[in-house]
């Protein structure tokens, strides 16, 4: 088993609301990736990283952002959550070499009502 | 970016083996085909990896012919427990853009 962690693993909370989806990981692993999923379609990068003090934007413009302070943790924030950002945030890692394998985390729904 | 193509769903038996094709015509040299499953309300998880020929793990077989433009996923004997979505991937993995698709939703029938 991928030693990925994220919490909360559901959080529902109201229109306006600062929330931040905590990623951990303890594998060393220097790339780190934040994807959207609605239930039942595909999977969108939104955030990924290189390493510490790296990050970009993936494909899916989205409002959150992120950080990388340290290599195993990479939170996502919402400064001001609505209901369009409900959805499943998954967050994985892997190795910075090619032909690596992205390990992913069980995932945090978010409810925004 | 190579586009992967792969069919939305499929049937099959338990006991059956099941192949998934996915097509990736534009897939550049420095590309690898990956393979990931997915089950209801929790992330992907990595199946196998290839460039070309055959792979073979304990889960699964990836056949991939010589002009790589396609790939084929093999499930020996699946049971109702490999259904689950399956995407295909193509990317030289150093590239962080890695377009997950759509997928191809495998249901196994008792």
């Known amino acids: 088993e991928a030693d990925i962690y994220q919490t909360p693993r559901y959080l529902v909370i109201g229109t306006g609301k600062k929330i931040t989806l905590e990623c951990s990981q303890t594998?060393?692993?220097?790339?780190m990736y934040w994807y959207q999923q609605d239930p039942g379609m595909e999977l969108h990068l939104i955030h990924y990283s290189y390493g510490v003090n790296s990050t970009e934007k993936g494909d899916l413009s989205s409002e959150s952002t992120v950080s990388r302070i340290r290599t195993e943790h990479f939170p996502l924030t919402l400064e001001s959550a609505r209901p369009s950002h409900t959805s499943q945030y998954l967050c994985?890692?892997?190795?910075?070499?090619?032909?690596?394998?992205?390990?992913f985390g069980p995932g945090t729904r978010l409810t925004v009502t | 970016l190579a586009k992967t193509t792969q069919p939305i769903s499929m049937d099959s038996y338990e006991g059956q083996e099941v192949n998934i094709t996915c097509s990736h015509n534009?897939?550049?040299?420095?590309?690898?085909i990956t393979w990931y499953q997915q089950f209801p309300s929790q992330g992907p998880r990595f199946i196998i990896q290839?460039?070309?020929t055959k792979v073979t793990n304990e889960v699964a077989s990836l056949f991939i012919p010589a002009d790589r433009k396609s790939s084929t996923l093999s499930l020996p004997r699946v049971s109702l427990s490999d259904t689950a979505v399956y995407y295909c991937?193509?990317?030289?993995?150093?590239?962080?853009?890695?377009?997950f698709g759509k997928g191809t939703r495998l249901h196994i029938l008792p």
């Open positions: 994985a890692s892997s190795e910075f070499k090619d032909r690596d394998e992205q390990y």
């Open positions: 991937l193509v990317g030289d993995m150093v590239d962080d853009k890695i377009i």
């Open positions: 534009n897939i550049a040299t420095n590309d690898y």
């Open positions: 290839g460039y070309k």
């Open positions: 594998m060393g692993h220097d790339k």
